[in-house]
C-alpha cells in the first residue's frame, strides 16, 4: 500500500541515489517496478522499502532498487544525426594529427547500442578514410549494474538489433549466434571499456575526454542536478572537445561554458 507520505518520501532517497526525479503522479509506476523486490524481501509497503533504504544506503538492496527504476530506453544509431556528426566533423577534426589518440565517453550507456554504434563509426571512418586506426578508446559508463552486464555480454535479440541497424551493419558487425540472437564482432566491441559510474559521483577516476555522449539522461534530473553534471562534463573535457545530448537536452544557463555548434541537422557544443 502507499501513501502520498510514503511516496514522496520513496521519490526523495531515488534522488539522493541517482538523481532521478519522478515527480508527481507516478505512483504506479514505483509500485510495478518494485513489486518483485519487494516480494523477494518480504516488505509490504513502500514505507518499509524507505526505511530500508535509509538504513542501507549503499547496500545491494538500494542498487537493485536503483536499477529497477531507471528506464534503459535506446536504440541503435538513436536520432543519426550525432553519428553523422562524429563521422563527418569531429572524427576528421579530431584526428587530423596523424596518430593522435582519442578518448571519448558513453555517460549513460545503457544496454551498449550508444557506444558500440560510436565503435561502428570509427571502424567505418578509418575504414572509408585510410586514416591509422591510432588509439581510440570509448569508456561506456551507468548507474545500473544489470543493464551494464547486457552492455558487456554484446548479445543482441533480434527484436533488439531490429531497433535502428539496417541489414549490412547488421551482417557487418555482428556474428550470429546458435540460438538465433547477434554478437557485436570482437572489431567493434574490443576499444569499448564498461564501467558503472554514477553521474551524481566523481569523475576523477574516468579521465579526460575529447568527446562526450551524454544523451537522454539528463532530462531525468532537476535543473541544479542537470547544471551539476555539465559542469563536471565540462571539466573532463579536453580544451576544443565536445558534448554532444539528446534531442530534448540543452545546457541552458551555461553558454560561457559551451559554444553551440549547429550542424544542420543538429546541435553539438564545444568545450570553452
Ligand atoms: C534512457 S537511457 C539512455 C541511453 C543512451 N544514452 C541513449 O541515448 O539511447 C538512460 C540511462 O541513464 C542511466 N542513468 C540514470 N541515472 C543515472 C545516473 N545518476 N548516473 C549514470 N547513469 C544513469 C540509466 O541507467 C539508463 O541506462
Given at each position: 500500500m502507499q501513501t502520498d507520505l510514503a511516496y514522496d518520501a520513496f521519490c526523495s532517497e531515488l534522488e539522493k541515489l541517482s538523481g532521478i526525479c519522478l515527480g508527481a503522479g507516478k505512483q504506479y509506476l514505483v509500485s510495478s517496478r518494485l513489486r518483485n523486490i519487494m516480494k523477494s524481501h518480504d516488505l509490504a509497503s513502500l514505507s518499509d522499502v524507505v526505511k530500508k533504504l535509509k538504513s542501507e544506503p549503499r547496500g545491494k538492496f538500494a542498487t537493485s532498487v536503483v536499477d529497477a527504476m531507471t528506464t534503459n530506453e535506446t536504440l541503435w544509431f538513436r536520432d543519426s544525426h550525432p553519428y553523422e556528426i562524429l563521422k563527418s566533423k569531429i572524427l576528421p577534426e579530431l584526428l587530423k594529427t596523424p596518430g593522435r589518440s582519442l578518448r571519448i565517453w558513453?555517460?549513460?550507456?545503457?544496454?551498449?547500442q550508444e557506444p558500440y554504434s560510436i565503435s561502428m563509426i570509427l571502424e567505418e571512418y578509418f575504414q572509408s578514410s585510410?586514416?591509422?586506426?591510432g588509439n581510440v578508446k570509448i569508456v561506456a559508463t551507468d548507474l545500473s549494474e544489470s543493464i551494464l552486464e547486457e552492455a558487456r555480454n554484446g548479445v543482441y535479440a533480434s527484436l533488439a538489433v531490429g531497433r535502428g541497424l539496417d541489414p549490412q551493419r547488421l551482417k557487418r558487425w555482428f556474428d550470429a549466434t546458435t540460438d538465433g540472437q547477434y554478437k557485436v564482432k570482437p572489431q567493434v566491441a574490443q576499444r569499448v571499456e564498461f564501467r558503472k559510474l554514477n553521474?551524481?559521483?566523481?569523475?576523477?577516476?574516468v579521465g579526460k575526454f575529447e568527446v562526450v555522449f551524454c544523451r537522454?539522461?539528463?532530462?531525468?534530473?532537476?535543473p541544479e542536478v542537470k547544471k551539476q553534471i555539465l559542469l563536471k562534463i565540462h571539466g573532463v573535457l579536453a580544451p576544443g572537445g565536445y558534448l554532444l545530448l539528446g534531442g530534448s537536452e540543452a545546457i541552458s544557463g551555461l553558454s560561457d561554458k559551451f559554444e553551440m555548434v549547429h550542424c544542420r541537422p543538429g546541435i553539438i557544443y564545444k568545450k570553452i
Open positions: 558513453s555517460a549513460a550507456c545503457s544496454s551498449g585510410l586514416v591509422n586506426k553521474l551524481l559521483e566523481s569523475y576523477a577516476l537522454n539522461v539528463l532530462i531525468y534530473f532537476t
